[in-house]
Structure formats: C-alpha cells, structure tokens
C-alpha cells in the first residue's frame, strides 16, 4: 500500500469520524434549543395581592379552594405557591406557573376561577401581576413541597 492510499484512507476515516461529530453536536443542539424552548414557553407570574384583614380567612379559604381546583382539572396548570408576609399576613404572593400563555388563558375563564375572582372581589385591596422569566430551576428530586 502506497502512502497516497494511506493517506486517503485517514482522510476517509477522519471524514466520517467529522460527520459524525457534526451529527451528535447539532443533535445536542437541538435537544438543548428544544428543552430551553419549553422552559420559555411556561408563563410565570407572581401576584402580589393586599387582603382586607379583617376578611383573611376567608381569603385564604377561596384562595386555597381555586389552586386545589386548577391543579386537579387543568393540565396547563403547573403549580402555584402562595405565601404569606410574615411581617404583614395580609400581604399575600403566589406564584403562578401555566404550561403557556394559552393555558393562562384557558384558566382564567374556568367556572372554578371565576367563582374564586367573584368571592375575593371585595377582600382584595390591591393586586399587581408580574409576568416573569424563568432563568433556571433548581430543586430537590422527588421533594413534593416545591412542584416546578
């Protein structure tokens, strides 16, 4: 065998070892671009809600009742936490999180939501809605407290 025919022979090899490498970069790629995508596409939103004191029981109990609703019949549901401020128990924030803003959208039109947004209608003083990003997740796994 000649060094001509060796030497093509390497460049062959190393031509297919190329494509190949291009082939498992650009999958990456597209996986990465596809999980990233699907991140994006949730919607994120904090509701930052004040409560008539005198009426946060109430609050509370509408409140829990329409996320327990939401998250057992609406797929596009994610999650929702809602805390209260320690240092002003009437300050209330949930975080809302939607597979996308269709979903939002479909959620706000169940009779469950409507129902809760006609209870709370006089209990509620302020209410400022957020819209956010998410910029990374980290989590325990298999930690049911926090579902995002």
């Not at 001509?4 to 062959?12: E, P, R, V």
């Not at 994006?40 to 005198?54: G, N, Q, S, T």
């Not at 169940?110 to 809605?129: A, C, G, I, N, Q």
Request: hydrophobic share 45%.
């Amino acid at each position: 065998m000649t060094i001509c025919n060796q030497i093509s022979k390497l460049q062959l090899r190393f031509t297919k070892v190329l494509r190949f490498g291009v082939f498992i970069l650009l999958l990456f790629l597209t996986l990465s671009t596809s999980a990233l995508a699907q991140e994006r596409e949730h919607m994120v939103r904090f509701a930052k809600i004040k409560v008539d004191p005198l009426q946060l029981v109430e609050y509370t109990t509408a409140l829990k009742e329409q996320m327990e609703t939401a998250i057992q019949v609406e797929e596009g549901v994610l999650s929702y936490h809602a805390v209260a401020d320690k240092s002003d128990p009437n300050t209330i924030t949930i975080l809302e999180i939607y597979a996308d803003s269709a979903a939002y959208q479909r959620h706000i039109l169940t009779p469950h939501f409507l129902r809760y947004k006609e209870t709370v209608k006089d209990m509620v003083k302020s209410l400022e809605l957020v819209d956010l990003d998410i910029i990374g997740i980290a989590k325990k796994p298999d930690h049911g407290v926090y579902p995002l």
